[in-house]
């Protein structure tokens, strides 16, 4: 067994143990290397569960936040995905693994440049990226089976909802200050949504506009 293999199952061995449970999702992080996805200096803690800065002050999430958006998201082979936020690109990879396609909106170029080398670099050919601001999401592309934000809403994502397949599932994070509420919202047949709260979460904001870059 090599390093590599052993840090992963020890990850894995933990995500399950803290209640990320579905053998899917455990596969496919166990299957993506995150050590792909994280800055050169932090290297030695990929495999620990915490989440690690990467450029344009961003940070690529805790894997066991990861664990519990995808596994709440329920991705089926045959879905396509909408996730905001690409930044390092770790969780449109593991989404990549259990879903048809992957759509996958980033503001700041330069993340996403970096991401779909990454993504190149893994093989991975089911992802389409594009640079602009989700927050209003992918009109032309929509509607979607599943949505991922992983950026704090501000409030309610409605754009986003709107573009959900009736009984679809979106996970976002909702809140204005440090820590948010990661809720999952699931379509009803009558066209309205239910909403659950299942955790405190801390993400980076969601912010509207794509970035300007020097
Ligand atoms: N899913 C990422 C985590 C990204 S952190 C990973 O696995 O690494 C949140 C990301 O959301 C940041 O890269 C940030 O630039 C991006 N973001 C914030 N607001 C956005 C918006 N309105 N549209 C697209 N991306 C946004």
Redesign the pocket.
Known sequence: MNLHDDRAGRLILHLRQQGVTDPRVLAAMEAIDRAV?VHERFLDQAWEDQALP?D?A????QPFI?GLMTQALEVGPRHRVL????????????LSRLARYVY?????RS?LTE?EDRLKLLQIDNVITRH?????GWPEQAPFDRIMV??AAPHEPTELLKQLKPGGILVCPVGRTSVQMLNRYVGQPDGSFSRESLTEVR?????????KEA
Do not use: K, N
Request: net charge negative; with cysteine.
């Open positions: 996805f990467i344009c961003q940070t690529i999430s990861v996730e905001i936020g690409t930044g390092s690109g770790y969780q449109c990879a593991v996958s909106v980033e503001r700041y993340l991401a602009g601001d989700g927050g209003l992983t950026a993400f980076v904001p969601l912010v509207e506009g794509a970035a």
